[in-house]
């Protein structure tokens, strides 16, 4: 493999502008599983307990459902892994412009990836949002699950009063559109777009690829199953991020 990603590595370090793109599989080996592909879960939890309109009808209910499915679903206090790791390392070289992430874990940040690099298109379990319409109110998590934890069941804006929100887009609720802009700009601007852990299934992240593609950019893929995309990729590795990543840093950043 080595061969492999050092080309890879050399087209990475020869690009003007490079936009990479993680689904579910940079998170994996840190526990974090797959929420919109794995049936498992859903053969325990019912996606219309975490849909927009059931936390709009019974915020308090949705609450109690929220807490108990990650309580038993996510670790407690997730770690980054080195796929994480090599790709704040690229960022803060110089060498990727923009991280394009669905994963909403904020482990691209914990990393040491900058906050201003890194769009999450379906936002972030990290934060609370206000669900008050006229209410700009955003926040940390931690300290709303703690209260909700401790029976507050909405928590309740500081600034309003009404229910606070998790950060991360339920079902049925429509792709924070700054987001879904900035990731469309970077996608349109970027020579070399390296897919990473998504198998390119949810729109619209599966078409910022070919956004890239279509103004001619080289198309790279990491994912441990096949993607739509392989077919038009320059360099497609059925393999682990936390694998190819790691090497794929070291000889970008070796050969600078
Ligand atoms: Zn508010």
């Known amino acids: 493999m080595t061969e492999r990603t050092e080309l890879l590595a050399r087209a990475v370090a020869d690009a003007d502008a490079v936009t990479v793109l993680t689904g579910a599989g940079v998170s994996t080996a840190s526990g974090i599983p797959d929420f919109r592909s794995d049936d498992g879960i859903w053969e325990r939890y019912d996606r219309d307990q975490f849909d927009i309109r059931r936390f709009e009808d019974d915020p308090g209910g949705f609450w109690n459902d929220w807490l108990a499915a990650r309580g038993e679903v996510f670790p407690a206090d997730p770690d980054p892994n080195p796929a994480h790791g090599s790709l704040a390392d690229l960022v803060r070289a110089g060498a990727v412009d923009?991280?394009?992430?669905?994963?909403?874990?904020?482990l691209h940040q914990a990393a040491g990836a900058p906050d201003d690099a890194v769009v999450e298109l379906h936002g972030s379990g990290?934060?609370?949002?206000?669900?008050g319409a006229a209410c700009r109110y955003r926040g940390p998590a931690d300290p709303a699950r703690e209260r909700a934890e401790g029976g507050e069941r909405p928590p309740a804006c500081p600034d309003c009063g009404s229910p606070l929100k998790p950060g991360s887009v339920l079902f049925g609720e429509s792709l924070p559109e700054y987001a879904h802009l900035t990731a469309h700009a970077a996608a349109e601007r970027s020579d070399l777009f390296l897919?990473?852990?998504?198998?390119?299934?949810?729109?619209?992240?599966?078409?910022?690829?070919?956004?890239?593609?279509d103004r001619g950019a080289t198309l790279a893929v990491v994912n441990l199953d096949p993607?739509?995309?392989d077919g038009r990729a320059s360099y497609v590795f059925q393999n682990r991020a936390e694998?190819?990543?790691?090497?794929?840093?070291?000889?970008?950043?070796?050969?600078e």
């Open 227 to 229: 993607t739509p995309l």
């Open 195 to 213: 897919v990473v852990g998504s198998s390119l299934t949810v729109e619209p992240a599966a078409s910022l690829p070919e956004t890239a593609a």
């Open 98 to 106: 923009t991280l394009v992430t669905q994963n909403t874990d904020g």
């Open 126 to 131: 990290d934060r609370v949002v206000c669900s």
């Open 243 to 255: 694998t190819v990543l790691p090497e794929v840093r070291d000889h970008v950043l070796d050969g």
